[in-house]
């Protein structure tokens, strides 16, 4: 079963995942299922870094199951900002909640605030990492829409600072998923991940041109090529057009695609595609909902 | 005194690192946090005709024993290395360094943005892997070739005599 705390979609396998979509399923279906079960209990929530999507849905997720949450606040108006180390941190926290959420701008932020609390933590995003709360909604979204074995997926963006692209890539080899990667060769997936995939003998294809594969795809996985990454703006325009999604584009896709995004998008998909039946991902947003719930509720025990 | 003479001279108490593969006795100095400034005697053979291995490095310390995690690093750059452990002109020890599944203390990871850079109060971890190593916090592999890169001499750990 899952493990005490969720830091890393590596550490996954299909019987955990399956636990969680299964839960969620039955939570998305009934939400009396679980209303009011963790009562009296709390969760803080710990954004090192802003966040609108996950940090709301986690506190939906909490206040749906009857419990309450904790905010540290901004890290501006937070003992953050006198140098307090992330390991003080999270010991103080763990005395206030019964589970804990962190989001932390440095890789292995997850994995060293677990070594220091013996509550449930929620790896909610560390750095260029991991985001593994993120996946379970992913595939909770592809499992509805898509199924999840023999399937073929095409994630395209950035790969090489995407966290949300490396938790999906490894939760996907626990299934018969045909993995292509597409980005520019600079921001294509890091070595880890790489490895990562290579070690559990999934199938996978690295392109830096949608078009070579896009015709065969189930789903397609956008994400935001960010600006921010490019030594030179000139170096971002060239790319970014190249991974752009419009209905022209997609012309050449299945009519049963569904398109994903982990938002928040800029301009990578056209809103014109929004009126389209292959747009999933504000339903994919919503998702987070039911999904956390369903996490929380089995981190905190009550699914035993 | 012969060059012969001078590169097996025995020592009285310390270590003698043998069959350490070519070119990596400096490494296996910076493994164990030696510069110079501690003032132990050292002595180092490079690129030494050997029977077994063609040509190896041989790196002799005074007053010196290895630790473990040391030891643990030495195994990814030098993994034919045997370490002999000299008491009163005497081998007293003699092991092989073995293939440890992790090595914690002694390397830097290379993610600048990897928690264990922050002052946190952490000691890196790093998964052996076939041909390299993995960060256990951030996952960033280093390869086996850049391993001795990303020693960090201060976390070398030592046993005085």
Known sequence: MLQDHLISAAHLSRDDIEAVLDHAAAVDADPDLVRDRHAGRVLALCFFEPSTRTKMSFESAMKRLGGETIDMGSVESSSVKKGESLADTVRVIEGYADAMVLRHPSEGSAKLASEFVDVPLVNAGDGAGQHPSQTLLDLYTIRENAGLDDITIGIMGDLKYGRTVHSLAQALTNFDVRQHFISPESLRLPRNVRYDLHEAGAQVREHTDLDEVLPELDVLYVTRIQRERFPEEREYLEVAGEYRIDNEVLSDASDDLTVMHPLPRVDEIAPEVDETKRAKYFEQAHNGVPVRMALLDILLGGNE | ?161
Do not use: W
């Not at chain 2, 108490?13 to 400096?26: E, P, R, W, Y």
């Not at chain 2, 990871?109 to 256990?136: H, K, M």
């Open chain 2, 1 to 161: 005194m012969t060059d012969k003479e001078l590169r097996v001279s025995k020592i009285r108490d310390g270590t003698v690192i043998d069959h350490v593969t070519a070119g990596q006795a400096l490494n296996v100095l910076a493994i164990l946090g030696i510069d110079g400034s501690g003032g132990e005697s050292v002595s180092i053979g490079m690129n030494v005709p050997s029977d077994k291995v063609g040509q190896k490095d041989v790196v002799k310390v005074e007053g010196r024993e290895l630790s473990q995690s040391e030891v643990d690093v030495l195994s990814l750059i030098a993994p034919e290395a045997t370490i002999n452990i000299i008491r009163d002109f005497d081998v007293i020890e003699k092991n092989r360094v073995e293939r440890t599944d992790t090595v914690r203390g002694i390397l830097v990871c290379p993610n600048r943005n990897c928690i264990t850079n922050a002052d946190e109060p952490v000691r890196t971890e790093f998964e052996v892997l076939d041909d390299g190593v993995r960060c256990a916090y951030c996952d960033t592999i280093i390869r086996e070739h850049d391993v001795a890169e990303h020693i960090d001499a201060r976390g070398a750990g030592e046993t005085a005599l």
